[in-house]
């Protein structure tokens, strides 16, 4: 296998035999006076190409991962080479994926545009700024904060907002943990009332949550009027639609709710819409840039982010409820270094073969075909290979796959990209067409928020209990006052874990869940309970991705793949 200098060689050399975005559109029968480009290789799509009936007959195929690693288990890599296998063996496909944030990108993680053979391009382009879209969504959230704590100031058309009730935070694309909790408003009366507040990250703005649910402007525009703001000094609820906020952040947005399309190394479309995180908002792209591609191809190929007890979990009982829409099958990334850190493998040493780690690690594994098996969806593993993997630790995974009884196989997509890939689809279609139904929720949204975690926490994660601090309680009541009861939960968990401890790896049993408190996020139309020490800002690594990255006097980036 190639090395990973060796691929950012070739994204230079593949840059310059990239098809011109017009053609890219071509391909799925879009003309070219029905996009609006951003230079050569992206464009904007208008929301008028979705086609209910073409999107009812299309196959979606939803990738999710096991619990992963801190190293990463290449989801979106996966997504891709599918997407590029499917094309190979003559069916009609286009990737559907999120934008990365920078923080992950300037943090831990680098670049998001998949890898090797398996990339969306431009790379570069799609990890910095891309088309604007996360900054819109920043200044729309932030306009709303600015309205809020200007009518708390103001005299005229003052609403009575107790600034001591306002939950609205701004946010940046940026993970700086200096700022998770601030005091705002000083510098005297020309300051504005002095109030404790804070910043989220982009990602987890409720406008990016709004985005990715939204059909279109109006219902853009409705659901961001319904964003729950804090209270009056006598207790009533505040909505942004009280201060006619609405319209002027869906100004800021008229850009940012169209998708974006690009494309494959192997010139296939790819389409990419919102950015939400899967620890703590709904881990996928947006309802619109899916639907755009369920009308464009036979099959769309889209992922949900993190293991399957967050973004597959949201993706279903969330997204899918909202819009109707429903997997066709599910792909369950797994990796031979992944299993066996999860069977008690050093992070630094995953590189050694290990069979004992690996056999113990698999109960990880089967708790996740166990949850996809909960939703009624045929399921395929799919073993990401990785050049330290040998030929018995992937046999191991393969048997357990077989005796289990799911479908099983493996993908080389970054070291040979669609042509490694081949395998894995032909797995993929014979689990579409084996699909008789829609997908089976978790819980019924008519049960109390209480009892929707609970049903998670138990089902999902496996938890024997679930405790719900004070705050958590106080929440409670005021999700009943505001008559927000019946509408899903989206929460929020670390991403290491099947519990809220990121150090318990594996499968934890007997375990308790505790909920720190329940954010409301109206608007989008769900809640977000918030447990174990979760943070809706994440902070730089010791030595974040940033310090290594760099740029010439001609314009080459480097380290940022």
């Not at 609403?159 to 200096?178: A, C, F, H, Q, Y």
């Not at 005297?188 to 409720?206: C, L, Q, V, W, Y």
């Not at 209480?450 to 009541?477: C, H, S, T, V």
């Amino acid at each position: 296998m190639a090395s990973k200098q060796y691929f950012s060689d070739l994204q230079i050399a593949q840059a310059a035999k990239l098809k011109h975005i017009k053609d890219i559109a071509q391909s799925v029968n879009i003309t070219e006076s029905d996009i609006e480009m951003y230079g050569n290789y992206k464009a904007k799509l208008p929301l008028k190409l979705i086609d209910e009936e073409k999107v009812s007959k299309s196959n979606m195929v939803l990738v999710t991962a096991m619990t992963p690693t801190p190293a990463g288990e290449g989801k979106t890599t996966t997504s891709i080479g599918l997407s590029e296998g499917l094309n190979k063996i003559g069916k009609k496909t286009t990737v559907v994926l999120r934008e990365p944030s920078l923080g992950p990108v300037f943090g831990m993680k680098g670049g998001a545009a998949g890898g090797g053979y398996s990339q969306v391009v431009p790379m570069e382009d799609i990890n910095l700024h891309f088309t604007g879209d996360f900054a819109a969504i920043e200044k729309a959230n932030n306009l709303l904060a600015a309205i809020i704590d200007n009518n708390i100031q103001s005299k005229e058309g003052n609403l009575g907002i107790d600034p001591r009730t306002v939950e609205w935070k701004r946010v940046m694309d940026m993970n700086d943990r200096s700022l998770r909790e601030i005091v705002s408003g000083m510098g005297g009366k020309p300051g504005g009332m002095m109030r404790e507040t804070g910043f989220n990250i982009t990602a987890a703005s409720e406008i990016m949550a709004i985005l990715c649910l939204a059909k279109g402007i109006d219902d853009l525009k409705e659901k961001m009027g319904n964003i729950y703001v804090g209270d009056t000094y006598e207790g009533k609820a505040v909505f942004a639609k009280d201060l006619n906020a609405q319209g002027a952040m869906a100004v800021l947005l008229k850009d940012a709710i169209k998708p974006n399309l690009v494309q494959t190394l192997e010139g296939n479309p790819a389409i990419i819409h919102g950015g939400p995180f899967a620890n703590i908002a709904q881990g996928t792209n947006s309802v619109i840039a899916t639907k755009i591609g369920m009308s464009l191809s036979e099959y769309v190929v889209t992922e949900a982010g993190f293991g399957a007890d967050l973004g597959a979990e949201k993706f279903l009982d969330i997204k899918c409820g909202y819009s109707g829409l429903s997997p066709k099958a599910i792909v369950l990334v797994a990796t031979v270094r992944a299993l066996k850190y999860h069977g008690g493998q050093a992070l630094e040493d995953l590189k050694t073969p290990n069979t004992v780690a690996l056999v113990k690690g698999l109960e990880n594994l089967e708790k996740h075909i166990e949850n996809i098996n909960t939703y009624g969806l045929p399921g395929v593993v799919c073993i990401n290979k990785f050049v330290s993997d040998t030929e018995e630790e992937v046999e191991i995974i393969m048997n357990r796959c077989k005796e289990l009884g799911v479908k099983v196989a493996l993908c080389e997509g970054w070291e040979k990209g669609g042509d490694g890939c081949t395998d894995l689809a032909q797995e993929v279609i014979k689990a579409v067409e084996s699909c008789k139904s829609t997908y089976k929720p978790v819980y019924e949204w008519e049960l109390s928020v209480k009892e929707k975690i609970e049903r998670i926490a138990r089902k999902i994660y496996g938890a024997k209990d679930i405790e719900f601090l004070p705050k958590a309680k106080q929440n409670l009541r005021k999700i009943e006052r505001i008559g927000l009861n019946d509408k899903p939960v989206c929460i929020a968990k670390t991403q290491y874990s099947f519990s809220d401890d990121p150090k318990a790896l594996g499968k934890p049993e007997k375990f308790t869940l505790t909920v720190r408190e329940i954010e409301i996020a109206s608007g989008a139309g769900f809640c977000i309970p918030i447990t174990g020490n979760m943070l809706r800002m994440p902070g730089l690594p010791s030595k974040p991705a940033a310090v290594g990255m760099d740029i010439d006097n001609n314009g080459k980036i480097s380290g940022l793949s």
